[in-house]
């Protein structure tokens, strides 16, 4: 349920009322947003959580690392030191001098 809270009027005559969304069972609640009130109408704000997006992102972070780790565990990028690999390659070496 939303709860409109108290009108506040500004020295510049804009009016602010917030906005928020009341929690489980009286609990506390979270900012929604703002309505802002002046000559040149009304305007509305919504209320970001910016320590919810930081999470989302750390959370991205840490997957795409995780991932990336995977791939090159299972399948590096340089190639395979075998010894018959050790060995053409020390070959071929032999031939360009």
């Known amino acids: 349920?939303?709860?409109?809270g108290e009108p506040y009027e500004t020295a510049s005559g804009t009016v602010l009322v917030t906005v928020t969304r009341q929690g489980r069972r009286g609990g506390p609640g979270h900012a929604v947003?703002?309505?802002?009130?002046?000559?040149?109408?009304?305007?509305?704000?919504?209320a970001t959580d910016q320590?919810?997006?930081?999470?989302?992102?750390?959370?991205?972070?840490?997957?795409?690392?995780a991932l990336a780790t995977l791939?090159?565990?299972?399948r590096p990028p340089w190639?395979?030191?075998?010894?018959?690999?050790?060995?053409?390659?020390?070959?071929?070496?032999?031939h360009r001098r």
């Open 1 to 4: 349920m939303l709860v409109f």
């Open 33 to 46: 947003g703002l309505y802002t009130v002046n000559a040149d109408g009304v305007t509305w704000t919504p």
């Open 51 to 65: 320590g919810r997006i930081a999470l989302i992102g750390a959370c991205t972070g840490f997957v795409a690392a």
């Open 71 to 74: 791939a090159v565990v299972r």
């Open 79 to 94: 190639p395979n030191l075998t010894e018959r690999a050790m060995i053409a390659q020390a070959e071929s070496m032999k």
